[in-house]
């Protein structure tokens, strides 16, 4: 079945042990995956969702030690968000005081109570406290209750110049359908429990975002399987002219990339294979693992690539 929503969102941080420990840490998200950029392989690639790393849970990670901050602004990704059950914001404010992360207050958007935060490469990052939402499963990630825990993404807010175009590919492509407008903000649904919100706000005249540490590079689609994202790519071609990569393996999913008409790097990944092809979900991030066509530089790799404790 064919579930409309986010699947991944990746972004660019800082030193790779600092990552790591805010994400597993402070949020308690699970390190799904450990694992290489694939086309810079002295880099690693981090993978964080829920327990069994389903898509619409994952925020990804390309950590470089001396990352250059990035600049958020039109053409970008402005913020990510997770979901909390709703009675578990006070709670979240508290814990974030207590851990010293710069935050806002909490304020309400479309409804919903919002947490804004940053982590300590200045992502932009919020927490959305869902009512109909309960206690998650447990996580093994630290001492967050099981009431309290973040059980996916809630979705991205996006800054683009004009909203209408890059909604068209959300609609039509990706099949979401809008669902509410205030101000310049207009809000995308899609079915998918987890990862099923976009925010696209139309800021004319904006400086544009550049990519370093703490930016987003690209966010992440699903397709069920190969003849889903085919009829993605199709459509994409025909209704909009917009032509997309060559499929790349990623071991995990497979994977297409276009710039939206906004400027904004998008992916349609596949659901398939999953995090579990080469692990089992007990042992998932446990190991680092690599593509066959690096296995063989094994050794190299592994000295190359900083210590994580």
Do not use: C
Not at 188 to 197: E, S
Not at 207 to 212: D, I, Q
Not at 297 to 305: K, V
């Amino acid at each position: 079945m064919q579930h409309h929503g986010i699947h991944h969102v990746t972004a660019i941080a800082g030193p790779a042990r600092r990552n790591v420990d805010f994400y597993t840490r402070v949020l308690g998200l699970r390190l799904v995956k450990k694992t290489v950029n694939f086309d810079d392989p002295g880099t690693y690639h981090f993978y964080y969702g829920n327990e069994s790393g389903e898509p619409g849970s994952i925020l990804t990670f390309f950590p470089w030690e001396h990352a250059a901050p990035g600049r958020a602004g039109v053409g970008s990704p402005q913020e990510t968000a997770f979901r909390v059950p709703e009675a578990s914001i006070g709670y979240w404010t508290h814990r974030l005081i207590e851990k010293g992360v710069v935050h806002g207050a909490p304020e309400k958007r479309f409804g919903q109570s919002v947490l804004t935060f940053k982590d300590p490469d200045g992502t932009s990052l919020a927490l959305v406290g869902v009512p109909e939402i309960g206690a998650g499963p447990a996580s093994t990630q630290g001492d967050i209750p099981a009431d309290a825990t973040i059980q996916g993404l809630e979705g991205v807010t996006l800054l683009v110049e004009d909203a209408e175009r890059t909604g068209a590919i959300l609609t039509d492509v990706f099949g979401f359908q809008e669902a509410a407008r205030d101000g310049s903000l207009i809000r995308y649904k899609g079915d998918a429990t987890i990862g099923g919100t976009v925010d696209i706000r139309s800021a004319k005249g904006f400086l544009p975002g550049h990519l370093g540490g703490g930016s987003v590079h690209h966010v992440a689609f699903r397709a069920a399987d190969d003849d889903a994202q085919a009829e993605m790519v199709k459509r994409l071609a025909k209704n909009h002219g917009i032509h997309t990569t060559e499929q790349r393996d990623r071991n995990y999913f497979r994977s297409v990339y276009f710039r939206e008409p906004g400027g904004i790097l998008f992916e349609i990944a596949t659901d398939i294979p999953g995090f579990a092809t080469d692990e089992t979900v007990d042992a998932l991030g446990h190991d680092l693992k690599l593509p066959p066509f690096l296995e063989s530089h094994r050794g190299e790799i592994e000295a190359t690539l900083p210590e994580l404790v």
